[in-house]
């Protein structure tokens, strides 16, 4: 069986509506919270639980970190109910990553996040988490502390597949690490408000990457584009009218992962194409499943006619 290694931060994440946002130094008030879980596993859990509502044949191992709570043992097993294993998650420090998701009225969001202090030694992986790197066919790496993401291109075997969930945040990916994983991934996943991150002047992402890579860029309502090599590709997506879309991009990555497990190497755009459809169907879906949880306006009394 295929072994997926997924690699990056735990969240206990908080998902909630906001009425109007005030900013700082002023109340704002929560008109409801956004998912029935609370808080729900969130971070790489949003990965392993599409990978495995996917139906792909695949051993998928975790390579994170958690506090020794009781948050971090709900996570592990959300984890686990969705059939992964757990050697990959450490437990220390004293609580779990956790964030914060507000959905303003305007339809904005503002997130925070808690890393806690679970990742000791800057992240540097243990003993049980370099060994599950090592037996990797394909590995997805999400955001996670930049120690850990160096130890894990070093430790990957050269048969591994790699793909590259990007994350506009340059503490974790200086842009000497950027050029390691743009040169190292199969496949490169972002969404089009980070090309800036990724471009440099008069070089594209998808120059930069390896022959043969695929490079997709995910636009929201306008769907998905992708290249590989001198081929493109578009997807359309359907419209979805709701607010909450956590976990929505974590959810494509991994849904097209399961689309491209069997795929030849180097990728063709013949393989791309179905797992790309499949994987922005399966956001798509995701967010749709939440429905529109916006509260609805009061209406406004008649007015009295004398």
């Known amino acids: 069986m295929t072994r997926v290694v997924v690699v990056g931060y735990a969240s206990l994440d908080h998902a909630m509506q906001l009425g109007t946002f005030h900013g700082p130094d002023a109340t704002s008030i929560v008109t409801g919270r956004l998912s029935e879980e609370w808080p729900r596993p969130g971070g790489i859990a949003h990965h392993v639980r599409a990978l495995h509502a ?10 994170s970190w958690v506090g020794p709570d009781a948050g971090g043992a709900g996570w592990v097993r959300a984890l686990t109910d969705a059939g992964a294993g757990s050697a990959g998650v450490r437990a220390c420090g004293t609580r779990t990553p956790s964030s914060y998701l507000m959905y303003t009225g305007d339809g ?13 030694d800057d992240g540097a992986l243990t003993a049980a988490q370099r060994d599950v790197v090592r037996t990797a066919d394909w590995c997805v790496l999400a955001v996670a502390p930049q120690r850990a993401t160096r130890d894990v291109l070093a430790l990957l075997p050269a048969h591994a597949r790699v793909v590259w969930a990007v994350k506009h945040d340059a503490a974790a ?17 972002l969404s089009a408000g980070e ?35 001198t081929a493109e590709l578009d997807v359309a997506v359907r419209p979805v009218d709701a607010v909450d879309t956590t976990g929505a991009g974590d959810t494509f990555v991994a849904t097209l992962v399961a689309g491209l497990l069997d795929a030849p190497a180097p990728l063709t755009p013949a393989a791309a194409g179905p797992a790309l459809a499949a994987a922005a169907a399966a956001a798509t879906d995701l967010i749709a499943s939440r429905g529109d949880r916006r509260p609805t306006p009061a209406a406004r009394p008649a007015p009295i006619k004398e």
């Open 173 to 189: 990916y200086p842009p000497d690490l950027v050029a390691e994983l743009l040169g190292r991934a199969d496949v490169v996943s």
């Open 108 to 120: 904005g969001a503002v997130c925070v996040f808690d890393p806690a202090d679970c990742h000791h």
């Open 195 to 229: 090309r800036g991150f990724l471009d440099l002047p008069g070089v594209p992402v998808h120059d930069r990457v390896r022959p043969g890579a695929l490079v997709v860029e995910t636009r929201g309502a306008a769907g998905v584009h992708a290249r590989l090599g």
């Open 54 to 63: 996917s139906g792909a044949r695949a051993d998928v191992q975790p390579v």
